[in-house]
């Protein structure tokens, strides 16, 4: 890891680290000079990640029950501590009211919004011990509309995200924990795989593949609001294709 940056000495927990936006967060976090430990369920992935950047590994399950507590309580025994928490973990199974099934609705729900609740709570203790307390919250532009049917329920977990990230700030707020949450439109990463209708999946690939922006885009505005000084707090940043209508 880098020792000098605009975040050495800061300890960094970064969920759903194995690809996409939350390996580029984990990447420029040690890039910029913190302590990273990397939360996946690809254990494999992490490996590389960690021989790649020395961050580190720490493979979980986090929409299994215990899941959340345990990574936290690993990373945190790692690195001697938490002073930042990006909840970026999640999943986008497209279907709707008609062709959705209960199981992706299930995980979704568990995955997007439960495992943002239960590993910040987890953190909790160690963010309130920090002199730089800080929880990101990766959302979506689909936290702020439905675009289409297919992408309802994710839409919801979404729009729960923004609402738990506000009142995350309110009661936190005095205790000097910051509470940033991150918008982002299309991006080009592996968000959509796990969808069971082929042409719904074909239809999200094509649309990353036309107009989506790479995940470091996300990660810098992360790494943005994590440097910001302590006077300074970013509650909300939407990051979007400049090709995207919003």
Not at 39 to 52: F, K, M, P, T
Not at 183 to 191: K, Q, S
Request: aromatic share 4%; net charge neutral; with cysteine.
């Amino acid at each position: 890891m880098t020792p000098e940056g605009p975040l050495a000495g800061r300890r960094v927990v970064v969920t759903g680290a194995s690809s996409g936006i939350g390996r580029s967060t984990a990447a420029l976090c040690a890039a910029n000079g913190a302590q990273v430990a990397a939360v996946a369920r690809r254990a494999d992935r992490l490996r590389e990640l960690a021989d790649e950047l020395g961050v580190v590994p720490v493979p979980a399950d986090l929409a299994v029950p215990d899941g959340p507590g345990t990574a936290v309580t690993e990373a945190a025994d790692r690195l001697g501590g938490i002073d930042v928490l990006v909840n970026n973990a999640g999943v986008y199974l497209l279907g709707g009211l008609s062709d959705g099934r209960a199981a992706d609705w299930r995980r979704m729900f568990d995955l997007n919004v439960l495992s943002v609740l239960e590993t910040s709570q987890a953190a909790l203790p160690y963010l309130r011990k920090s002199s730089s307390g800080h929880i990101v919250n990766v959302s979506s532009v689909g936290g702020r509309r439905v675009a289409r049917t297919s992408t309802a329920v994710y839409s919801a977990t979404k729009f729960a995200v923004q609402a738990i990230s506000e009142g995350m700030r309110q009661e936190l707020h005095p205790e000097g924990v910051r509470v940033t949450v991150v918008a982002p439109g299309v991006v080009r990463t592996e968000l959509g795989a796990g969808t069971a209708d082929p042409e719904l999946l074909a239809q999200v690939q094509a649309k990353q593949a036309a107009i989506g922006i790479a995940p470091d885009a996300v990660a810098r505005a992360i790494v943005y609001a994590l440097t910001e000084p302590p006077e300074v707090a970013v509650f909300e940043l939407v990051v979007l294709p400049t090709a995207q209508p919003v």
